[in-house]
């Protein structure tokens, strides 16, 4: 009898990602665009939760809130308000990023926060001298301390966002599991081969990540279907799990691992960690 093959809830086999090998030395960083027009699909969460995890593997992690809510200045526990913002960097009123840049309490992990203020940047920025390059040029005077940069992006393909993919090396895609998730992927796709081509010829998109996935329901799982014969391989093994510990640890200001360690999603988001750096996504 043939030997029976687990397979995961992608419809692949459930394979062993190893655990990444420890670095001895740190950076350059890659630089990761946390990106998806729409709101509420698990950005923000995926974007804590990864970094943690990566932190977790003695990566030198830098998380950037790009998003005017603030969210994952939140969800890290850090200040946003009265404090130097990447808002400041951007707008060139403060020039060494350092001096917006603050520990967490996960080892290994730090922020630039964002606050309301960001909203205002788009307009400064329109009338900038390659508008589009300022983050960029921001992160490129810290990439030597870190090997990996994510950047959490609001859920808009404006200026700002733009900003974000012409900074990136890569570009990960978090794809809540519900009806019309692959409603705007074909548009931000495009958007990613436009700043390939005009601006950013060697942004990669590094893997499609599907989120609040609950395998109890068959819509998610048709969903969940879809979306890996739109995507293919792009799709990521790693499946994100519905669970409300994710927004718990949220409110509680902590990274999953550290809120519900025994939780699924630890595991799931640890899982992702190893498979980019898996992929080489992450050194
Ligand atoms: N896997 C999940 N299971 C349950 N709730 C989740 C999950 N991922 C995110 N959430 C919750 O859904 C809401 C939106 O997620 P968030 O990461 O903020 O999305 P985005 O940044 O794309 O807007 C938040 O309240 C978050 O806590
Ligand atoms: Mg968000």
């Given amino acids: 009898m043939a030997k029976q093959v687990e397979l995961g809830p992608t419809g692949r086999p459930d394979r ?46 830098l998380a950037v809130d790009f998003d005017p809510q603030g969210a994952l200045s939140a969800g890290l526990g850090v200040p946003a308000h009265d404090v130097p913002t990447i808002y400041d960097l951007m707008l060139g009123k403060l020039k060494d990023p350092r001096d ?29 001298v390659a508008r589009e390059q300022i983050l960029g040029s921001v992160l490129r005077k810290v990439v030597d301390d870190y090997d990996v940069i994510l950047i959490d992006c609001q859920p808009s393909l404006g200026l700002l966002t733009v900003n974000a993919l012409t900074a990136s090396h890569g570009v990960l895609i978090p794809l809540a599991c519900e009806y019309f998730a692959l409603r705007g992927v074909a548009l931000l ?35 969940l279907e879809r979306v890996i014969d739109t995507f293919g391989d792009t799709v990521f093994d790693t499946v994100i799990g519905r669970t409300v510990k994710l927004p718990d640890a949220q409110i509680a200001a902590k990274p999953i691992l550290d809120y519900a360690p025994s939780n699924a999603a630890s595991e799931a988001y640890l899982k992702l960690a190893r498979e980019l750096v898996q992929r080489g996504a992450v050194a």
């Fill in 100 to 128: 917006a840049i603050q520990k967490t309490g996960t080892a290994g992990l730090d922020v630039i926060p964002a606050n309301i203020d960001l909203s205002a940047a788009e307009v400064h920025l329109v009338t900038e």
């Fill in 189 to 223: 796709v495009e958007t990613v081969d436009k700043v390939r081509d005009r601006l950013n010829p060697a942004l990669e998109l590094d893997g499609i990540l599907a989120t609040m996935y609950d395998a109890r329901t068959l819509h998610a799982r048709e969903v």
């Fill in 16 to 61: 062993i990602i190893p655990a990444p090998k420890k670095l001895d030395r740190h950076g350059p960083a890659r630089i990761i665009a946390m990106c998806n027009q729409k709101g509420g699909v698990g950005k923000t969460t995926s974007t804590i939760n990864l970094a943690a995890a990566l932190a977790r593997y003695g990566r030198r992690v």
